[in-house]
């Protein structure tokens, strides 16, 4: 079955800790994105990555981090969380070109810091 | 880069009206425009689409336009059902596809029995 997969899908954190929320795609997708949800602010794009070894900043990047080493992979680092990080994280993935740029989405991860 | 207004924040119609929820985005070159539905805690999930050469698509109820003139597109559902509640996201595709989509701040549609 076609899906991208994150998690852990609830996490519950301390400011400071270092965290890791991992998403994974099964699609062959080249490009996979990261977004953050909020109440009233819709979907805002964190990172994005065209392709292996390739990332790029998003609209809200501060204090996230990400690496692509796989093709199927896009963990979101956070490397010291704080409370302004609470929020609803997606993954996505897509073909990415202009063609066939349905994005998939992922269950979400909800993101307590305490 | 681009930029994405969604009116309005709520809708509130009446079971079996029609709905209507507008967009407008501000790159000239963005080319694809889908409209995404996202059920209280599910995932956003593509519900129809449209791209920069056609001017109006339809699925059933679902349909949507676009004027790449002003730069606007809708979402125009009829014969409004239970199940159409929930919130309702517009996007836009810029730079090529490098950039990524650019989304909404997104409709809470609320369909009243």
């Known amino acids: 079955e076609a899906q991208v997969t994150q998690n852990p899908r609830y996490l519950i954190t301390v400011t400071g800790k270092k965290l890791t929320v991992t998403c994974s795609q099964n699609m062959n997708h080249e490009y996979m994105s990261w977004y953050r949800q909020d109440p009233g602010l819709g979907l805002r794009q964190i990172y994005y990555?065209?392709?292996?070894?390739?990332?790029d900043k998003g609209d809200v990047p501060e204090g996230y981090k990400v690496s692509r080493k796989e093709k199927r992979n896009f963990p979101l680092i956070l490397e010291s969380p704080s409370p302004n990080q609470t929020s609803l994280y997606f993954c996505?993935?897509?073909?990415?070109?202009?063609?066939?740029?349905?994005?998939?989405f992922g269950q979400g991860t909800r993101l307590t810091v305490v | 880069g681009e930029n994405v207004e969604q009116h309005p924040s709520t809708l509130s119609v009446q079971e079996g009206d029609s709905a209507v929820i507008k967009c407008t985005y501000s790159?000239?070159?963005?080319?694809?425009f889908p409209w995404y539905k996202q059920e209280l805690g599910k995932r956003p999930q593509l519900i129809i689409d449209i791209r920069s050469n056609v001017g109006e698509k339809k699925d059933q109820r679902i349909a949507v336009t676009l004027n790449k003139t002003a730069k606007h597109f809708s979402l125009h559902i009829t014969e409004t059902q239970p199940e159409d509640s929930a919130v309702y996201f517009c996007a836009a595709l810029s730079g090529g596809g490098a950039d990524g989509l650019t989304f909404g701040k997104g409709t809470h549609l609320i369909i009243q029995p």
């Open positions: 996505a993935s897509s073909w990415g070109d202009s063609l066939n740029t349905e994005a998939f």
């Open positions: 790159d000239s070159a963005s080319n694809y």
């Open positions: 990555s065209m392709n292996v070894e390739v990332t």
